[in-house]
């Protein structure tokens, strides 16, 4: 027979166990505004994904001023909250002293109504982000704030002490079981990616007719080649055409719901040009710009962010890029040989040499122009791309049923945490 519920009376809560309260957050926390006054204490983030932690665990390379003084101090058990993503769930329970930023807020408890842990699962699931997001003001998502004042006037559950500890402790060590899981199934996906990215450079460097005469390429990170290929730098068979950088750059207000594709990093997630969250700007506006006109057989080739990241247009007759990325059309090679070229080791190690820049890695056109790249004859490029596509297309498929076993351990995660803080699940 399952527990007695009720009906809480708030919409994101719905039934709780019958012994269960629900109390709008000024009941139960207070926000806090201590400053740092030596600014020495240690700098917390705040994350959706893995609430309160220490910046120094962070692999993030951004400017940051060199003193922490009037930063927020947060001490253990506090709530950090930042209060611009807070409507994606930037939020959790501090388990370090520390600062954060002047931006952010802190809460503490009013008392102890709350075990620490079972309050960090509670704050992040799901319907109480919704919550998050519902009370939030501003004009668009990227400008979405909660203030401290509707954050306090959020109905919370509060289940009798010795059943959050009860909780908490349940699930560190199913959630724990669930992350090795998916610790372990990351790894596979990028063993996989691995394993393409060693069997494109082994292609593209030794050929697919196994046992053949070589030669030292005169490249240190090429090596040996079959002795009747050559040699060249991308710039001497492919045209580079980079996105627009004038005023007449699109701005937000560009953008309509259909007209002329505009691809973004977001468009070159995989091998092919994917235009499934595609930006589009009007005819006129397209016509303005003096950046890439993309064709059928472009490589699109990011500069910026994601570096090296590329993919091949085959379905665009017309286009253009944002000006973090640049089209490489090919001339006097082999479009898909080209391409599986620039997913290859030996494209990455010039990547990594070309790269520069501080707080942002990025490229130009003329370097990867520069980049070297083998040269079999026509035919053997093509020989070589298509057995490639089946190679790595077999490998895909093992990457997308890791990928999707991803999905499914973490929303299992996310509703076994909901069903479990909101008593829908007894423990």
């Known amino acids: 027979m399952g527990r007695k519920m009720k009906d809480s009376g708030i919409e994101w809560i719905k039934s709780i166990p019958v012994n269960w309260e629900c109390k709008r957050g000024k009941q139960l926390f207070i926000e806090t505004n201590e400053r740092s006054i030596a600014g020495t204490e240690e700098l917390l ?25 009037g930063y927020k101090i947060c001490h253990p058990g ?37 075990d620490s842990k079972y309050l960090d699962y509670l704050l992040r699931i799901q319907p109480l982000i919704d919550t998050y997001a519902a009370y939030s003001t501003g004009i668009t998502l990227s400008r979405l704030r909660l203030y401290p004042e509707s954050f306090l006037s959020i109905y919370f559950i509060v289940p009798p002490l010795t059943e959050q500890q009860h909780i908490s402790s349940y699930l560190d060590v199913h959630c724990s079981e669930i992350d090795a899981m998916l610790s372990k199934t990351r790894s596979s996906i990028e063993e996989y990616k691995k394993l393409k990215q060693a069997v494109i450079t082994q292609a593209v460097t030794k050929g697919v007719h196994g046992n053949r005469e070589m030669k030292d390429s005169g490249v240190a990170w090429i090596g040996e080649i079959p002795k009747e290929w050559g040699r060249t730098k991308i710039k001497m068979i492919a045209s580079f055409f980079n996105g627009d950088r004038t005023s007449r750059y699109p701005q937000p207000s560009d953008f309509v719901d259909s007209g002329v594709a505009f691809l973004t990093s977001r468009n070159i997630d995989s091998d092919e040009v994917d235009l499934s969250e595609t930006k589009y700007i009007t005819e006129d506006k397209y016509k303005s710009l003096s950046g890439a006109k993309i064709q059928i057989d472009d490589i699109i080739f990011c500069l910026r962010g994601s570096v090296g990241k590329c993919a091949i247009n085959r379905t665009l007759s017309c286009g253009t890029v944002a000006s973090s990325l640049a089209t490489i059309r090919p001339k006097d090679i082999y479009p898909k040989y080209l391409l599986y070229f620039l997913l290859s080791n030996i494209a990455s190690t010039q990547t990594t040499i070309f790269m520069n820049g501080t707080c942002a890695a990025n490229l130009s056109a003329e370097n990867v122009g520069n980049y070297y790249i083998t040269l079999p004859i026509s035919t053997e490029q093509k020989e070589i791309a298509d057995y490639l596509d089946a190679k790595c297309a077999e490998i895909d498929k093992l990457i997308a049923k890791k990928e999707q076993l991803v999905k499914e351990l973490e929303s299992y995660k996310k509703s076994l945490i909901y069903e479990v803080v909101t008593g829908k699940r007894e423990v």
Do not use: C
């Open 45 to 69: 983030t705040v994350s959706h994904i893995t609430g309160v932690t220490p910046r120094r665990q962070k692999n993030v390379n951004m400017f940051m001023s060199e003193s922490l003084t």
């Open 78 to 114: 506090d709530i950090a909250a930042n209060t611009m993503w807070l409507w994606q769930g930037a939020v959790g329970v501090s388990n370090y002293h520390g600062v954060i930023s002047p931006s952010y807020n802190t809460y503490r408890q009013r008392t102890n109504d709350y």
